[in-house]
């Protein structure tokens, strides 16, 4: 697996390479300090993952990450930084970003690259946390009813992703609609299936973003 890490603080660089090096299956192709340097090294290097801050002089890491996979859409970038905003996490999750982690969870960025290279996205535990706070305000109920016909989703599955969505379980859900909790469950698993999805988690995410890319953090999911 190669890599390239971006961020603005060549100690924390250094000391990711060293750290994720000790794997043999990982090499650290470059290092840089710029959202300019993140564009030209993955021009150079094209690795697997780049790992980029948010925050750093000149070009941001996610104005960086957008340019990138604007050109090349098939990009897998994992951001690691100290910033939670909800307008970063927004933002990183719409360009197309693979994956939301927070520096504090360094023992998580080893797994999380695996995942990554197995097609998941991840996120960090307080990230994955705020996802039902974040689609209750992000606005974007139109997302899914613009893929509604592409994904074959009906209208009462389309109501119920909206309140998986907004952090509702199974119970609330049933008695919002007044159906049965078995046939929520039944319509999740359905809509899981229909999607490609594998739990709540990946769903929210759908709903957020209006992509079907898997989502991956321990201890969350399910119908």
Known sequence: M????????????RSLQTILQADPSICVAAVGCSGEEAEA???????DILIMDIQMPGIGGLEAGERILKQDPEAKILYLTTFSDDEYIVRALRSGA???????????????????????????????????????????????????????LGKRELEIVELVAEGLNNREIAEKLYLSEGTVRN???????????????????????GNCGSSSETGKGGA
């Open 187 to 209: 319509y999740i698993s359905t809509v899981l299936e229909k999607l490609g999805l594998r739990d709540r988690t990946q769903l929210a995410v759908f709903y957020l973003t």
């Open 2 to 13: 190669k890599l390239v890490i971006i961020d603005d603080d060549l100690f924390i660089c």
């Open 41 to 47: 090294l993955y021009q150079r290097h094209r690795p």
């Open 98 to 152: 693979k994956g939301y982690l927070i520096k504090e969870e360094v023992e998580s960025i080893a797994p999380a690259l695996k995942a990554v290279m197995s097609g998941q996205s991840v996120f960090g535990s307080g990230i994955v946390m705020k996802l039902p706070q974040l689609m209750a305000g992000a606005g974007d109920k139109e997302v899914l009813k613009m893929e509604r016909g592409q994904f074959d």
